[in-house]
Nanobody, 120 residues
Framework: QVQLVQSGGGLVQPGGSLRLSCAAS????????MGWYRQAPAKQRELVAT???????NYADSVKGRFTISRDNAKNTVYLQMNSLKPEDTAVYVC??????????????WGQGTQVTVSS
């Protein structure tokens, strides 16, 4: 069974930094992509950043230049380095993994989520 276990998050002042981690375990044959989403109360879920197994990255306009997504393929782990944090970054951050298991089909899995609060 596949599990995505997140760590990091917490309370940080505006302008501060946090680093989130998400480690996948299980019999994963191939990782198509991993990413980060966030959702604040009464708001829709927003895609923050994605990274493919080949290292291609994409970012939401709202975080571009401040956040960096990276991965360690050997550990099936994805990271989100968040700098210059703003109050509007406050949300529950959830990691995702798009995995295959020896076939063409790709399945999406989700982490448990972690709270990031940016406040003075």
């Amino acid at each position: 069974q596949v599990q995505l276990v997140q760590s990091g998050g917490g309370l940080v002042q505006p302008g501060g930094s946090l680093r989130l981690s998400c480690a996948a375990s299980g019999s994963i044959s191939s990782v198509a992509a991993m990413g980060w989403y966030r959702q604040a109360p009464a708001k829709q879920r927003e895609l923050v950043a994605t990274i493919t197994s080949g290292g291609n990255t994409n970012y939401a306009d709202s975080v571009k230049g401040r956040f960096t997504i990276s991965r360690d393929n050997a550990k099936n782990t994805v990271y989100l380095q968040m700098n210059s944090l703003k109050p509007e970054d406050t949300a529950v951050y959830v990691c995702s993994g798009d995995f295959s298991f020896g076939t063409r089909s790709v399945f999406r899995y989700w982490g448990q989520g972690t709270q990031v609060t940016v406040s003075s």
